[in-house]
């Protein structure tokens, strides 16, 4: 079978619903060989769909912090060292919208636990606005912001909506808008979430840290299952 029939097959499979380890079993192939396959066949379906071009990624310094990355695939964190907690990952993505217009679309992701916290847009600025905002949006995070390629900031957002899913928690409501400027997204992450590999829950602001803690009790099992650092008794 050559390459262009193989791609036909995942592309079939990938439409009827089969997830990349079901395909590895139909086709009885490695799974990691399927996961190329099908990281293929998303870029061709999302060319063939003329989505507007991408004219910037961008992620916070420190993005990889307590997280497990595969290194075959080359994404550099220029901030690496566990210098504080981390957990909390932001992602911006612009794309062309009209000659001299991008639209942006951001997104708060905590990879260790929740997934989407947050996300905003499609919203149009001038070029110039966009460089303005870069600054504001990542003003959090002390060593600021690095470019990123498009598949990492994918991997970083869907992954971390992925892996919340498994634990009980959906994403944002304002993700769903916001989901289409990432581009199509085949998974399996490349990127083990969680710190270290295991779900650690750091209490927000706006959240409610019994209802988290029971719905990690539920799903993981209860401490050291999973860490935590909130106000309350686990």
Same mark, same amino acid.
């Given at each position: 079978?050559?390459?262009?029939?193989?791609?036909?097959?995942?592309?079939?499979?990938?439409?009827?619903?089969?997830?990349? *380890?079901?395909?590895?079993?139909?086709?009885?192939?490695?799974?990691?060989?399927?996961?190329?396959?099908?990281?293929?066949?998303?870029?061709?379906?999302?060319?063939?769909?003329?989505?507007?071009?991408?004219?910037?990624?961008?992620?916070?310094?420190?993005?990889?912090?307590?997280?497990?990355?595969?290194?075959?695939?080359?994404?550099?964190?220029?901030?690496?060292?566990?210098? /504080?907690v981390? /957990?909390?990952?932001?992602?911006?993505?612009?794309?062309?919208?009209?000659?001299?217009?991008?639209?942006?679309?951001? %997104?708060?992701?905590?990879?260790?636990?929740?997934?989407?916290?947050?996300?905003?847009?499609?919203?149009?600025?001038?070029?110039?606005e966009?460089?303005?905002?870069?600054?504001?949006?990542f003003?959090? %995070?002390?060593?600021?912001?690095q470019?990123?390629?498009? +598949?990492?900031?994918?991997?970083?957002?869907? =992954?971390?909506?992925? %892996?919340?899913?498994g634990? =009980?928690?959906?994403?944002?409501?304002?993700?769903?808008?916001?989901? =289409?400027?990432? /581009?199509?997204?085949?998974?399996?992450?490349?990127?083990?979430?969680?710190? +270290?590999?295991?779900?650690?829950?750091?209490? =927000?602001?706006?959240?409610?840290p019994?209802?988290?803690? *029971?719905?990690?009790?539920?799903?993981?099992?209860?401490?050291?299952?999973?860490?935590?650092?909130?106000?309350?008794?686990?």
């Amino acid at each position: 079978m050559d390459d262009a029939d193989l791609l036909k097959q995942v592309s079939q499979l990938r439409d009827a619903g089969r997830s990349p *380890k079901q395909i590895a079993r139909v086709l009885g192939m490695p799974p990691s060989a399927v996961a190329r396959l099908v990281r293929t066949v998303a870029a061709q379906t999302q060319a063939e769909a003329g989505e507007p071009a991408v004219v910037g990624c961008w992620v916070n310094a420190g993005w990889s912090r307590g997280l497990t990355v595969d290194p075959s695939r080359g994404w550099v964190d220029q901030a690496p060292e566990p210098d /504080g907690v981390g /957990g909390l990952v932001s992602v911006l993505v612009a794309r062309r919208h009209r000659w001299d217009r991008v639209s942006v679309c951001g %997104y708060l992701a905590d990879v260790y636990c929740l997934g989407v916290k947050n996300a905003f847009g499609p919203d149009v600025k001038t070029e110039l606005e966009l460089s303005r905002f870069l600054p504001d949006y990542f003003a959090s %995070y002390p060593d600021g912001w690095q470019d990123a390629p498009g +598949d990492l900031a994918a991997d970083l957002v869907f =992954g971390a909506v992925e %892996y919340a899913r498994g634990l =009980g928690f959906e994403p944002h409501v304002d993700f769903a808008p916001a989901a =289409g400027h990432l /581009g199509s997204w085949a998974g399996p992450s490349a990127i083990t979430f969680g710190r +270290d590999g295991k779900p650690f829950y750091i209490s =927000g602001p706006y959240d409610n840290p019994s209802k988290v803690m *029971k719905t990690l009790q539920s799903t993981a099992g209860s401490p050291p299952a999973f860490n935590f650092l909130t106000g309350i008794e686990g």
